[in-house]
């Protein structure tokens, strides 16, 4: 059904890996990202990264433990057994030791604190910590050279349906 994907005309997809950090990036300006959330009218927070592409991210780097960024109904959850809400607060839980993935709200001061977290989490038990984050490539943000702890291991295209708006409340 048209009407519950989240289409990103403008924008590429990347996935990044370093040790056992994983990160998917895109290539976009915010300004355009901005334009096109208000356009769409919908909360990009909630927008679920797509199941077929959860699932091979799940074969390859999984598989995950834990998820973050859900909504508190968990509608968009991959995991709903085993993730965190806003009601949950994933920033004051334990990533280190486990297998984790995470689909960011797409603004800068969430993104930096999940790489800042991240990495500090990672840091403390850098032989069994994974982290997977599905993250926009926004050079010119603040945050952005904290992704140099990552590596590019996939990009996906404009074009590329990798969200979809879940199913109302």
């Excluded at 909504?71 to 984790?100: I, R, Y």
């Excluded at 800042?116 to 050079?139: A, H, I, N, R």
Aim: charged share 25%; proline share 5%.
């Amino acid at each position: 059904n048209d009407s519950d994907i989240a289409y990103n005309d403008d924008h590429i997809y990347q996935l990044t890996y370093l040790n056992r950090l994983p990160c998917i990036v895109a290539n976009e300006d915010i300004a355009a990202a901005n334009e096109e959330e208000t356009n769409l009218k919908v909360d990009s927070s909630d927008w679920m990264f797509s199941a077929e592409e959860f699932s091979k991210l799940n074969k390859t780097y999984g598989a995950f433990q834990l998820e973050l960024f859900a909504d508190n109904e968990k509608l968009n959850a991959h995991m709903p057994d085993a993730c965190f809400t806003p009601d949950t607060d994933c920033f004051t839980q334990q990533w280190s030791g486990k297998k984790v993935y995470g689909n960011c709200p797409f603004n800068s001061k969430t993104i930096e604190k999940t790489l800042q977290y991240g990495l500090d989490e990672y840091m403390s038990d850098p032989l069994s910590t994974e982290l997977t984050f599905v993250l926009p490539e926004w050079k010119n943000q603040g945050w952005w050279h904290l992704t140099k702890q990552f590596e590019i291991v996939e990009r996906y295209e404009k074009n590329t349906e990798l969200f979809t708006i879940p199913p109302s409340r």
